[in-house]
């Protein structure tokens, strides 16, 4: 597993990761994933990316997406098993999380799902330029307080990074259930030249678009109360 030390006290020019990375301890079964089944599904990003990122996939893929923060996985599990000819990255620092991704590869014998257990940041960095179709990031954690915001990881740094890896024409999809990130990601991606949000009426950013899978955060916001947005941009320029 490839996991990289940050530290919350790194200059803001540099990015760390604010998260968690361990939680409940995990049941044997699990950890018996996290050891075998893991290290043959982790990108290795001590290494140098291949040239083309479908070839992280075996066989090739068509085209290869990318989920930051998978959290309990099941919108990239649904994914992936929608979409068996394209190539899945999931990235999670949150080791539970990523137990349970692995545990459903192995209950539906997933083949295109390949993972990063660290921060986005150094992932994206590590990709070579315009090989994604799309990134989807789904409920970020959403540092409510202001003097938090800087940990958002919607960020222009970010933005550029995402950018750097979309293929023109590719997508960033963002779903948050507190207005204020989906205003700030709304600001962000708009001072972007490099983005153009989709939207044309209001059930555009409303509904999810169709196909897409709930996940626990997203059920957790409804149960609250909270409505969330679903924005979609494309890579422009
Ligand atoms: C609020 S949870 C949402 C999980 C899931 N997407 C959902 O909707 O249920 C946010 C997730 O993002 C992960 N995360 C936070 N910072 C990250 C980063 N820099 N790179 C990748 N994942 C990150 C956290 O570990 C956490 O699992």
Redesign the pocket.
Known sequence: MSERKSSPDRDDSERA?F??RKGHKLRQHQAGLIEQLLPHLALDIDGEAPADARDIFDPAADDVRLE?????GEHLAAEAQNFPATGFIG????VN?MAKILAQIEAANIGNIRLFAG???ELLAWLPKESLSRIDL????PWPKRRHWKRR?VQDRTIAAMARVLKRGGEFRFVCDIDDYCAWTLSHLARSQDFVWLAERADDFRLPWPGYTM????RKAAREGRKAAYLRFRRVG
């Open positions: 990761f998260g968690r930051i923060g998978f959290g309990g990235c999670e620092p949150y999380g921060d986005a940041a789904i409920h970020p954690d990881f996940t626990r955060y997203g």
